[in-house]
């Protein structure tokens, strides 16, 4: 068992793993607002307030941090540039200094973002990013601070979907809600990505630190798909009708900030390393399926903070 320090967990990785990963470690999850009965331990602290999570450190001493917490929304990223780079960039970088110093495990989580690309071929890790927007400049900013200033930390690129405590984090949470209230929607047929099913990707993370591995990763999934095909395969898996979702190319969309349309990822460095096959969509469908016939999204709800 290792006493693990997990940032953002209450956002949709870090309560997905704090829940999944609660049972083999000891686990201290990093709020901004309280949660009341959660099964593990949390305390509330605004990381961006000078000394809070030395503090949270001095206190916990943990084995591992595992660094969740930024701000993921591409369009206040674009707004606020400055507030952007100092949580997603300048954070992590005094995040390794502190494991570095202290001999904790870090694992910093980054994006398949800092690609920008239209072409089909997938990214390894010895590829050359080129963000083009402020989200993937920072997420990039921060896997070099890190990597410089922590040589035993992992870096791990990601995309994963899941269930959240707020019910509209994840793009499989966005499917469901429109296809269960029988509302048409709309996917991407011409954005690729590899996602994966957030326990597996937390799992996958607790094999990365048996196995002592370090550097920078692509933790994503083992199959390739249009957002359009994701939100099908959802469709069908839940037994919505598929047709409620239309295909509409990224750039007609509303969304504001520019989208990559080929974040695929190789993860041959992952699976080579860890000995182990990488699960693919359809595995992952599945675990989210599975989790919502056990009442999973009720029971994540049921915490939300007031
Ligand atoms: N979701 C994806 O598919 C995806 C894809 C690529 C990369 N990522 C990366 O994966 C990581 C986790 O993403 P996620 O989807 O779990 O994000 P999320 O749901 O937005 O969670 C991020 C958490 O960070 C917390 N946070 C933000 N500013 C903070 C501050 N100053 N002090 C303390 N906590 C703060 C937020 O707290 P509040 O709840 O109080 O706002 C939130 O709970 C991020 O690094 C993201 O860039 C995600």
């Known amino acids: 068992m290792s006493k693990i320090l997990v940032t953002g967990a209450a956002g949709l990785f870090g309560i997905n793993y704090c829940f999944n990963s609660h049972q083999q470690h000891s686990i201290l999850g990093t709020v901004r607002q309280p949660i009341k009965r959660l099964p593990f331990e949390t305390t509330s602290v605004d990381l961006l307030e000078k000394g809070s999570l030395a503090k949270v450190i ?17 369009d206040d990223c674009e707004k606020n540039p400055r507030e952007a780079f100092r949580l997603n960039a300048e954070l992590p970088g005094f995040i390794a200094e502190q494991t570095a110093q202290r001999g904790i495990q870090l694992i910093h989580i980054s994006t398949d973002a800092v690609f920008f690309d239209s072409s089909d071929r997938h990214f390894k890790e010895s590829d050359s990013p080129n963000p083009a927007i402020v989200y993937s400049e920072s997420k990039l900013e921060s896997e070099e601070y890190v990597l410089s200033t922590d040589s035993h930390a992992i870096v791990a690129r990601v995309n994963f979907f899941g269930w959240s405590m707020q019910g509209n984090k994840s793009l499989s949470e966005f499917f469901f809600n429109a296809l269960s209230e029988n509302q048409p929607c709309f996917g991407f047929p011409d954005v690729f990505f590899c996602p994966l099913y957030v326990e597996d990707l937390a799992e996958i993370f607790n094999k990365m630190l048996e196995k002592e591995l370090h550097g920078l990763y692509h933790v994503t999934g083992s199959e390739a798909l249009s957002k359009f ?14 047709h409620l979702i239309s295909p509409k190319e990224v750039e007609l969309s509303t969304l504001h900030t520019p989208r990559s349309h080929n974040l695929r990822l190789d993860n041959t460095k992952l699976y080579t390393d860890l000995g182990m096959e990488i699960p693919g ?26």
């Open 281 to 306: 969509v359809t595995h992952g469908i599945d675990r989210f399926y599975t989790q919502y016939k056990l009442g999973y999204p009720q029971k994540l709800r049921s915490y939300q903070q007031k």
């Open 58 to 74: 001095d206190r916990f001493k943990p084995d591992v941090l595992i660094h969740a917490a930024a701000n993921a929304n591409l």
């Open 229 to 242: 095909e994701f939100g099908q395969r959802i469709a069908k898996r839940f037994g919505y009708d598929i």
